[in-house]
Structure formats: structure tokens, C-alpha cells
């Protein structure tokens, strides 16, 4: 299958994006909301996932985010949101936001570059700005967007015995294999039938599976709803807003993987916007590192670390804390080329250091961005394909193009490839000229049947072997001296 996120990438870069998307949300500022003092978030992706810890303010971005859009002049039946819906004042809640607070919303325009913005603010005792809002559709889907009726003692439960079948709402046969391949459950029927008691009606779905037919009274939490989930993103206008919170509730592992592929899908077809709130370390590592948000939360108040997903965070801070140094690279190819280098020339070393892939290039700064704000000793090692920046502490693996093709291109390795497993990357490069080269050591280890870490390694180490000591001699002092 070819990659969904390459595709969103070219449309969602500032030259096609309002072409593609209308006018998205390209950044959005929060100033004196639930702690957050001063926080601008650029999206740089249709789907942005905030991850953190509880707490951190990733609830807040999207319920903030969900009330840039005017009412559009088309939508009779479409109730926006405005801020006052999510930050209600109370005497139990005296100040959930600052006197002065305010979001300051950049729109994408027909002019790339040329962003229109529109401050919501505090006037006295309302919220201004909203009539400068650009029209759009808006929608939040939080935790009540389905909740089962037996919990809401719905008229399909208590009428049960005297309820009379009204007209269907058929699902559309592509709604219907998105919500089976997200569940991995194919599905016969689903239709939403209209049901009714006297002057009171209600949308109930209905499902049809091995045979079997079963309401949504009968239906798993998480079945019910990814089912009202892809029906509003697939019925809704095209180039909707989307806020999505914990979209993995009640999903096992596979589901919540799949759903992710769903919303890529969605936003390439209908041109979405999505924003969405998670702890799932599978949404995250399924998304690429542009949709990827980290914010944290101290005493200054929230800061948001671009292209690191929480579960990387973690991982580099347990280990950041047992050993001296921690050592940020891009991908585990990177990793790889690293310890190979380290075990080479310096073994005591490299049990001293913590080699974390942290994602790409900016991941990798703003890795040492989030560490030294813990105070967490840390370097950055990027691919050779970018500078070393001494005065950042980020420095680079030998060679000029990424770690992939430094190995796979050498002709000792091929040699190597060749006379051990058969196989000529030569061969494979001259039939496939556009291969993106992180995805060459799958491909490869796949011709040949191999686990691609075991073909990896095996390259990683003739090519490391191959290399002059002088080639990597100045990156290991640098390694030697912060550690
Ligand atoms: N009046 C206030 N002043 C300062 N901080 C506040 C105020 N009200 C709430 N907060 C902070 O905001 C947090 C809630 O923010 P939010 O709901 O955005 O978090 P979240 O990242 O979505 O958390 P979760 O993962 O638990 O859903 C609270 O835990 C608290 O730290
Ligand atoms: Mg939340």
C-alpha cells in the first residue's frame, strides 16, 4: 500500500493547502487559559495529536480549536461552539481562564503565506471576535458522541414493547466497509433505522453479521462507536474540523491502528482537518512525526515540543535518568550505524550513553530542547544528510545522505548482500530509482526473507568495519566529552 502520509504531506503544504483544505487552521495561540500563559501551536499536518500527560492541557488546544469557525450561512440545523461552552464560570470555578485571556486563530487564506488572523478576547463580561471568524463546520467528538442507549434510558429501551419502525437511513456501502475494516468485522447490513413512540423519534443503527442482525443496544461500546464516528466524518460538509478526544477509547490495539489509517484516509478524501487528544502510544507511532505534539506542563506554565509523541518522551526520560548521556538520533537505522560505531571505537562508551530514535530532524532538536529543560544531560546525533551544529550540541553520522543508502550504496556491503543472501541492492535501486530510502532495509529484508534487524545489523557492521576511524573519530570525542 502506498503511504498515506506522503500524499497528506504534498497536500497539506502551504502552496496546495487552501486549495485542499479551505481554511484550515494553520496556528492558533493560547494566552491565560487553565495555565497555559502563552502557547502557539503550528499545525503542519491534517491531523495534529497532542499527547502529555493528564493534565498537561491537550483537552484545552482542542475544545479552543473547536470554536474557530463562524456558523455557516447553509447550516440551519449545525450548532456551533463557542468558549464559554467549555470554560464556564462559576463560584466553583471562579477563574478558569485570566482577565485577559485570549486565542488568537490563524486561518489559512488563497494566498499561501498570507494567513488571515482573528483574535477571540475577553470584552468586559462576553467573548469578542467571533464575527471575523471565517464559515466552517466544526465538530467534537468527545466522549458523549456515543454513549450507549441502555446508559441513557433511551426510548428504544424503556418503549421497547410499543415502539413502531419509522423510515431507514441507509449507511453508504463504503461507510460500512470502513467502520468492518477498522473493527476487522465485516459487516453483512448496517442501516441507521428510525424508531419511534407517539410524536418522539430516535436513529438507532442496526447491524447484520454472521447471519446475525443486532441493534446498537446490542452492540460493543467501541463497535457503536467507530460506527458514529466514520458516519459523521463521511456525511458531513468536506473540509470539516474534527476535534477527536482519546479517539482510542474502548478500541483494542489493532482497532485503534486502524482507525488511525481511517482518518488519514478520510482527510485525503473529504480534505478534514483533525485534531485529537491521546495516551495511545499506537495512534502516535501511526501518525507521522509532523502530527506529533508533546505538551508538558511545569510551573511556568504549558510547553509544547513539536514532533515528539509522549511515548518517546518517556522512553528517553527513564533512561535518560540511569545512564550519564542521552544520545538523540533520528530513527532506529540511525541507532543502529551509532552503536556499531561506538562498539567499535569506544565500548565502554557506548554503555555509558542512552541512543534514543526520536523521530527526524526537528524531533531530534526539540528532544534536546525538552531534556535540557528537565535539566537532562543530552546530545543530538542527526543523519549525515544535515549539518552538525557544534553550539546546539547536535552533530552527525559520517557521510552526506541518510544512514540507509551510506550502507546500502557501499560496495563492500553489496558485495556482502550479494555473497551472502543472494541478493544485489544495485539491481533492486535500478528497478525502483524512487525507493524512499528509510523504507529500503524492509524491502530488501523482505526479498530475502530475512527479519529486516537482522539484515540491518549485518550491513550496519561491514559498513562500520569499512569506514576509516577518522570518519567518525571527531563525533565520538564529541559523544566522549558530554558524557
Ligand atoms: N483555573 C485554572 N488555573 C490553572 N490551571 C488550571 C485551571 N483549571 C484547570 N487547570 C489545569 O488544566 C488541566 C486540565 O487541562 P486539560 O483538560 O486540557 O488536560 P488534558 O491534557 O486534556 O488532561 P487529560 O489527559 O486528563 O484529559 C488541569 O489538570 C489543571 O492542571
Ligand atoms: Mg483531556
Redo the contacts with the bound molecule.
Keep these: 500500500m502506498s503511504d498515506p502520509t506522503k500524499k497528506l504531506k504534498a497536500k497539506f503544504a502551504p502552496n496546495h493547502r487552501y486549495a485542499n483544505f479551505g481554511p484550515a487552521i494553520s496556528s492558533i495561540r493560547i494566552c491565560g487559559f487553565?495555565?497555559i500563559a502563552d502557547m502557539r501551536i503550528e499545525f503542519e499536518f491534517p491531523v495534529t495529536a497532542f499527547s502529555?500527560?493528564?493534565?498537561?492541557?491537550?483537552?484545552?488546544?482542542g475544545q479552543l480549536a473547536i470554536c474557530a469557525y463562524r456558523k455557516p450561512s447553509t447550516g440551519a440545523h449545525y450548532r456551533r461552539y463557542y468558549v464559554k461552552d467549555f470554560f464556564p464560570v462559576s463560584v466553583a470555578?471562579p477563574?478558569?481562564f485570566e482577565p485577559n485571556a485570549r486565542v488568537e486563530y490563524s486561518y489559512e487564506t488563497n494566498q499561501p503565506n498570507a494567513q488571515q488572523t482573528v483574535t477571540v478576547a475577553r470584552a468586559l463580561k462576553e467573548w469578542s471576535g467571533y464575527k471575523r471568524q471565517p464559515e466552517g463546520y466544526a465538530f467534537y467528538v468527545g466522549f458523549t458522541l456515543y454513549i450507549p442507549k441502555v446508559e441513557r434510558r433511551d426510548l428504544s429501551i424503556y418503549r421497547g414493547s410499543s415502539i413502531d419502525l419509522r423510515a431507514t437511513r441507509a449507511i453508504p456501502t463504503e461507510v460500512r466497509a470502513k467502520v468492518g475494516s477498522i473493527l476487522n468485522q465485516p459487516y453483512d447490513d448496517l442501516v441507521f433505522q428510525g424508531i419511534g413512540h407517539k410524536n418522539r423519534e430516535v436513529e438507532l443503527g442496526l447491524a447484520t453479521r454472521y447471519g446475525s442482525k443486532y441493534s446498537e443496544n446490542n452492540m460493543g461500546f467501541g463497535e457503536g462507536r467507530v460506527l458514529y464516528m466514520v458516519d459523521l466524518m463521511e456525511t458531513v460538509p468536506e473540509q470539516s474540523l474534527f476535534v477527536l478526544e482519546?479517539p482510542e477509547t474502548s478500541l483494542h490495539e489493532d482497532a485503534q491502528f486502524q482507525l488511525t489509517r481511517y482518518l488519514l484516509d478520510v482527510c485525503d478524501r473529504r480534505h478534514h482537518q483533525m485534531i485529537l487528544?491521546t495516551?495511545s502510544s499506537v495512534i502516535l507511532e501511526a501518525l507521522p512525526p509532523e502530527a506529533r505534539k508533546l505538551?508538558l506542563?511545569d510551573s511556568s506554565g504549558v510547553i509544547e515540543f513539536p514532533r515528539i509523541s509522549a511515548t518517546r518522551a518517556r522512553s528517553i526520560l527513564s533512561k535518560g535518568q540511569k545512564r550519564g548521556l542521552t544520545v538523540c538520533v533520528e530513527d532506529a537505522f540511525a541507532k543502529l550505524v551509532l552503536t556499531e560505531i561506538l562498539r567499535r571505537a569506544d565500548p565502554a562508551l557506548l554503555k555509558a550513553v542512552a541512543i534514543e530514535p526520536i523521530g527526524d530532524k526537528a524531533a531530534v532538536l526539540n528532544g534536546i530542547r525538552l531534556l535540557d529543560h528537565l535539566s537532562i544531560n543530552a546530545i543530538g546525533v542527526r543523519d549525515g544528510d544535515s549539518g552538525a551544529d557544534a553550539a546546539k550540541k547536535i552533530f552527525k553520522l559520517p557521510g552526506t545522505k541518510s544512514p540507509e543508502l551510506e550502507v546500502f550504496e557501499t560496495e563492500k556491503v553489496q558485495k556482502h548482500l550479494v555473497e551472502t543472501y543472494g541478493v544485489s541492492v544495485e539491481d533492486f535501486l535500478s528497478i525502483h530509482p524512487d525507493f524512499d530510502p528509510h523504507t529500503l532495509p524492509a524491502a530488501l529484508a523482505k526479498e530475502i526473507n530475512l527479519l529486516q534487524d537482522a539484515l540491518s545489523t549485518d550491513a550496519v557492521r561491514v559498513y562500520v568495519g569499512n569506514l576509516d576511524p577518522s570518519e567518525y573519530s571527531d563525533l565520538v570525542a564529541a559523544i566522549k566529552g558530554a558524557a
Design positions: 487553565r495555565g502529555g500527560l493528564n493534565g498537561a492541557g491537550k483537552s484545552t488546544v470555578d477563574s478558569p482519546e487528544s495516551h505538551l506542563r
